[in-house]
């Protein structure tokens, strides 16, 4: 007879998290199949001390999906790592406690634990994933950090995998300007990947955290990256992709959000540029919303935001402008429309200067293309 789940506000028991450590642990058995496992039995331990032959009249659930179930070293291995958690600080959290991230369980193989350091707290619905290429491009490094900072007055979580590029810099301007960041790692916390990066621990705890499902033992393994994508695109309400070549891990996390259902943002760059392909590819195959200012992302999230706040999000991106950027736009705001040559002319500048410029600023929502290659600020 299956046990209706629910989520409760308390925390894991030691003997609960002991056999919720160790269903974990099972080989074969998996996220999905342990929760078909816990709606029939109610509890981790329960599993563990039902007659085999009854788990097997489970739909579903074959004899290699318990393969190792009843293996005691499962239950000794799970007695070691609540040793290790309790020495280090390491908080574990269970899909059914109130405390586990709503929008995450909620996706059918989402982790049955997750393990955190730091300070976080899931006390917003407002969580926002951000991925990119690890060879961002100045356009696509100060486009993050403006963007973090528009959105900081809303208060967004700030989620993302500590790699090189676009990762690290949404979690740097996250703490920058204020917001909870949470790194998700692909291994556990006896490591840190990538290395260079451990000059960020302190900081991070001290303004979220870190957040995996691997045991403290698991070390770095590409394979893992997978399951990694998975969390970062299911824990938010929305991912955002800041550059992307043509294939890539943030594809691949793009695509499990569009599987989970979430609304998927996408900053595009210029035609030529290869580390704009894949959001481009995501924005034609109408799988991500264009993602240009700001202010997209409330106005499609349907985020209760006052107009004030909107205008704010539309300015900041101005004071992100570099010296070029504003000697156009005030061109333009000063002399009205006007043509690329004369741009150049105006602003005695190279036109091939002044064209990628001018895209700089489309892009940022600060001037407006016209017919016949005339612009106008906005």
Not at 109 to 128: A, E, Y
Not at 187 to 216: A, D
Request: net charge positive; proline share 5%.
């Amino acid at each position: 007879m299956k046990t209706p789940l629910q989520h409760f506000s308390y925390m894991l028991s030691e003997t609960e998290l002991l056999y919720a450590l160790a269903l974990q642990r099972v080989p074969n058995l998996g996220d999905t199949s342990a929760k078909k496992l816990l709606r029939h039995l109610g509890s981790s331990e329960a599993i563990f001390k039902t007659q085999k032959g009854q788990l097997l009249k489970i739909d579903g659930i074959g004899p290699y999906r318990l393969k190792g179930l009843y293996d005691p070293k499962i239950l000794l291995a799970a007695e070691r790592e609540i040793g290790y958690m309790q020495q280090h600080g390491i908080t574990a959290t269970y899909f059914l406690d109130a405390h586990y991230p709503e929008n995450l369980r909620h996706c059918v193989d989402g982790p049955i634990l997750l393990f955190s350091k730091g300070t976080v707290q899931w006390n917003t619905q407002r969580i926002l994933s951000i991925v990119g290429t690890r060879r961002a491009t100045p356009h696509g490094k100060q486009f993050c950090e403006a963007l973090i900072e528009a959105l900081s007055p809303l208060q967004p979580i700030i989620i993302s995998g500590f790699a090189y590029g676009i990762d690290i810099i949404a979690h740097r301007a996250a703490m920058k300007y204020g917001l909870q960041t949470i790194a998700c790692l692909a291994h556990g916390f006896q490591q840190l990947y990538p290395k260079t990066h451990q000059k960020y621990v302190r900081s991070m705890c001290e303004h979220g955290g870190f957040l995996t499902e691997f045991w403290s033992d698991n070390p770095f393994e590409r394979t893992n990256f997978l399951r990694r994508n998975r969390i970062i695109a299911g824990i938010s309400e929305a991912p955002i992709v800041i550059e992307s070549a043509e294939k890539g891990g943030s594809l691949v996390t793009a695509d499990i959000a569009h599987s989970y259902g979430r609304e998927l943002f996408a900053v595009p760059g210029r035609v030529t540029d290869a580390q704009s392909a894949g959001c481009h590819q995501l924005i034609k195959s109408q799988r991500a919303h264009l993602l240009t200012t700001p202010a997209d992302i409330p106005y499609v999230l349907g985020w209760d935001v006052k107009t004030p706040a909107v205008q704010n999000m539309q300015t900041s991106i101005f004071n992100s402008l570099d010296e070029h950027e504003k000697n156009v736009w005030e061109f333009l705001h000063h002399s009205g429309k006007s043509q690329l040559d004369a741009i150049a002319f105006g602003c005695q500048m190279p036109t091939s200067k002044v064209a990628a410029l001018l895209l700089q600023l489309e892009l940022k929502g600060k001037i407006q293309p016209l017919p016949g290659k005339w612009f106008q600020a906005s």
